[in-house]
C-alpha cells in the first residue's frame, strides 16, 4: 500500500473525517467509513478481509447515487449495520473493473461478510426477507437490530 | 449482438434448462440496457443463491458485457409453484 492509502486508513481507524491529500491533482479524501481507493495497486483480498463486512457501491451510504446500491445501504441500517466499509466505485474506474473481475461478478452493488463475496442487492434483499441475513450476521458477530425489534414488539 | 427480452428468454431456457422465464426491459426506467429476470429451472435444486445466480450470470455472459443493471431472482420449479399459490 502506498503511503496515501496508508494515511487514509490511519484516519479510517480514528474515525475522523481527513483530508488526506492529493494524487494527480486529484483531492482525496478518507472519512471515517469510507475510502477513496488511490489510483495504483488494488488489493482487492485485503480490502475485503479489512473489515467484517465490506460493501462496493456506487456512490456512499449517505448519498447513494444509484437505487440498488440504496437498497443494499437501507437493508443494512435497517439491521443496525452503520461500521462497514463502502468503497465508491463512481471515484474510481479501475475500482469499478477491478472488483467484478475480483469476484467474477458482473454488476455493483458487491457486499461482502469476513471476506467472502455474498452477492448483490438481489441476493441481500432476498436474505434479508428470509431471515437468512439475521443468521449470517450472527455469525460476523453482530446482532442484528430486527431482533431487538422482534423483541419490543412481545 | 442486439440483446432482446426473446434473445434472453431463449438462452436461458436452452442453457439453463428455464422452465419458465419472465424477462423485462427495465431500460426506459434507466439511461441504459437493463433487464429483470425471473428464471424457473429445476437445475436450482439444491444450490444456494449465489451459486444460482453465478449460473444466470456465466449463461448470458456476453449479454451481460454490454447490459448495465440486471436484477434476477432464481427459483425452482416447486418454489415457483408455492409462490404462485400464495
Known sequence: MNTLVRSAVRCLRAGTVCRTGSINGQVLYGSARLLCAAAGQTDFADMVKKDKVVVFMKGTPSQPMCGFSNAVVQILRMHGVDEYAAYNVLEDQELRQGVKAFSNWPTIPQVFFNGEFVGGCDILLQMHQNGDLVEELKKLGIRSALLDAEKDKN | ?86
Request: overall charge negative.
Open chain 2, 1 to 86: 449482438m442486439e440483446i432482446t427480452v426473446d434473445h434472453i428468454r431463449n438462452k436461458l431456457t436452452t442453457e439453463i434448462g428455464a422452465v419458465h422465464v419472465e424477462v423485462e426491459d427495465t431500460s426506459p426506467n434507466r439511461c441504459a440496457a437493463s433487464f429483470k429476470v425471473l428464471v424457473v429451472s429445476p437445475q436450482f435444486e439444491g444450490k444456494p443463491l449465489l451459486q444460482r445466480h453465478r449460473m444466470v450470470n456465466t449463461c448470458l455472459a456476453e449479454e451481460l458485457k454490454e447490459i448495465h443493471a440486471f436484477e434476477q431472482k432464481t427459483l425452482t420449479p416447486e418454489q415457483w409453484e408455492k409462490q404462485r399459490a400464495s
